[in-house]
């Protein structure tokens, strides 16, 4: 007997009338439901194989919420809690406490706010904070967020070069906010992946199957990473005194022109999936790993400062790194076009 989500039950298959199958739904179900004789059923048969019955009419979804007692979670990892209820799709998030709320507890609660889409403060007091997401969460599709973190990141190495090249350091004055900017798609993708593998209406309106949702989730903590050391980069040259001059035409800096035409052919393969456009840009960006590690390597050889040496590493390392997860990204763009191609016999 099914009895409940996750309970499996066999059904025989009845004849009816000598031309049409019939199979009966359990009570239970039906009952969950709220629905009652010759109410109507959507059926949708899915690539699997599988049928999936869903009632034609749906009941207003149900709102998530989660209760944290601050007063027994570590402030240091406050936010961490306040985030995994974020991508658990949690529609309001209650905290309380007996103690009052301290000025640290306080500035967590903001920084959550700060890094995440949607959420509000609708209510608070000495011993609750109320916060309500006020984001419909298939408003947003995933392909737009991860075009915002790729505009975020490709502005912040454009600025980067700008300066290198000359132009004053106060381009980078916002690389930090940008780069939080990206942190913030990121987790909105997480939280609708995870809505998305709950509920095929989510899935229905983000207008994307589970498994590419999947791999467009691992495609955003790509993003992710390579934000973070282009933030990295950027501090790097704006605490950096006395700079060596850098050539662009030699390496490490004329590696970066590879991973910015490589990283755009990516992207637009997203959505035209070209595989041999993808093996190219994978090929380049492995080439220009190559050549940064050698070059790494002849650095320690020479008889520059050690002031010197140190700087010109660690931007030839930066720039590897963001090749490396540009190459990632090739690779998750093949699982998706292989996914979609292969078919079930």
Known sequence: MATGPGSIHTRRVQMTGGATFTVSIPKEWAT???????????????PSGALRLTPAQERKPQRKEITLDVDSIPVASLVDHLVAAYIASANRIKLVSEEGFSREQWSRIKRFLRITTGFEIMDENDRLVELLNILN??????QSSLNRMYLQLTSIIRDIVDVLSGEDESLLDDV???EREMDAMQLLIQRQVGALLESHK???ELGTDRRSAIEMANLARVFERMGDHAQL???????TERKPKLNFDEAPLNKLGIWQSSIKALMINIRTEDPHEIHDARMALKEAQINLSEHEGSLWGGRGSATSVLYQFRVSETIRRLCAYARDMGEILLNIIASKNTLLR
Request: glycine content about 6%; aromatic content about 6%.
């Open 202 to 204: 989510v899935a229905t």
């Open 176 to 178: 930090e906010e940008r």
């Open 233 to 239: 980069f950027a501090q790097l040259i704006t605490s």
């Open 32 to 46: 969950h439901h709220s629905m009652k004789a010759k109410d109507g059923l959507k059926m949708d048969w899915r």
């Open 137 to 142: 969460i298939g408003e947003m599709p995933i």
